[in-house]
């Protein structure tokens, strides 16, 4: 039985980042490919993105497909055979040390588990955050979110008062993009507890409420100002105009250009 170590897949990596707690990969398998019996290291999320695969586990066989989210602990033995198509798994990873360093009594199914297609929405978001415009605050809180989905200690905010204050600071500073570092100083609150808090407070991740703040914003300045897309990207602070755009494609449908044309016509 072959042991996978830490940031070790099967398959063809297509990319991969990562921070202090987790590993972020995505990895694509061949038509017909049979992968040996094998376990990780580390316990880890795969969410299948295309294709689709038979797992076998201890003699019992299920079908995993295309939307499908899998859930296994470290050690964990299975084996899998991919069947007509080629496949594409994102594979989330809890690095050694992980809960150590999060501030917070959580713990991780001790057994494999098979979700239900689109169970987590917060997972389809880490996965277009990972492919279009990577933001490491983002990715750490979606999983954060995950986690608070299955952990039975759910955060309790105790006080809303720095909650208030980290969304007044989202909403009035625009000009730049606010990391969980720099918010968690300002605030003196300890930043994985910040963003937990910030979403049960709130309904939506810190990253989510800022890039939500901002595009609210930038649809305030096409109505009513002429200013430049570039003049209104710089005023929101984003890195550059063509990741306003996308993002305020994702949110609004079209583009700002034609946003701002409709409103006028």
């Known amino acids: 039985m072959l042991n996978l170590k830490e940031g070790n897949y099967f398959g063809k990596y297509l990319d991969a980042r990562e921070n202090e707690l987790f590993k972020l990969s995505l990895t694509a398998h061949s038509p017909d490919s049979v992968l040996e019996d094998h376990y990780h ?5 795969s969410v299948l993105t295309s294709g689709s695969y038979l797992e076998n586990i201890d003699g019992s066989t299920q079908l995993v497909q295309a939307s499908d989210v899998l859930f296994r602990p470290t050690s964990w033995c299975h084996q899998n055979t991919f069947l007509e198509d080629s496949a594409t798994c994102f594979n989330i990873e809890f690095k050694k040390g992980w809960q150590e360093r999060l501030d917070w009594d ?3 199914p001790n057994t494999h588990i098979h979700f239900n297609k689109t169970a987590f929405p917060s997972l389809y978001k880490l996965l277009l955050n990972f492919k279009i415009d990577y933001n490491a605050d983002l990715s750490t809180e979606l999983i954060l979110d995950w986690l608070c989905t ?4 759910q955060v309790r905010v105790h006080s809303k008062t720095w909650v208030e204050k980290v969304e007044r600071i989202l909403k009035h500073e625009l000009a730049q993009f606010h990391s969980l570092a720099s918010l968690s100083e300002r605030i003196h609150v300890h930043p994985i507890y910040m963003a937990r808090a910030f979403k049960a407070e709130k309904g939506m991740t810190i990253g989510e409420f800022q890039l939500k703040s901002k595009l609210h914003n930038a649809v305030y300045l096409l109505s009513s100002t002429q200013q430049s897309i ?3 990207s710089f005023a929101n602070g984003f890195f550059d105009d063509a990741h ?3 993002s305020f494609k994702m949110a609004y449908g079209i583009s700002p ?9």
């Not at 290291?41 to 999320?45: A, E, G, Q, T």
């Not at 250009?257 to 016509?265: A, G, I």
């Open 150 to 153: 299955i952990s039975l200690n």
């Open 230 to 232: 570039s003049d209104i």
């Open 244 to 246: 306003f755009i996308r």
């Open 106 to 108: 959580v713990e991780l």
């Open 257 to 265: 250009n034609r946003f701002r044309k409709v409103l006028n016509s």
């Open 41 to 45: 290291d580390n316990s880890y999320i």
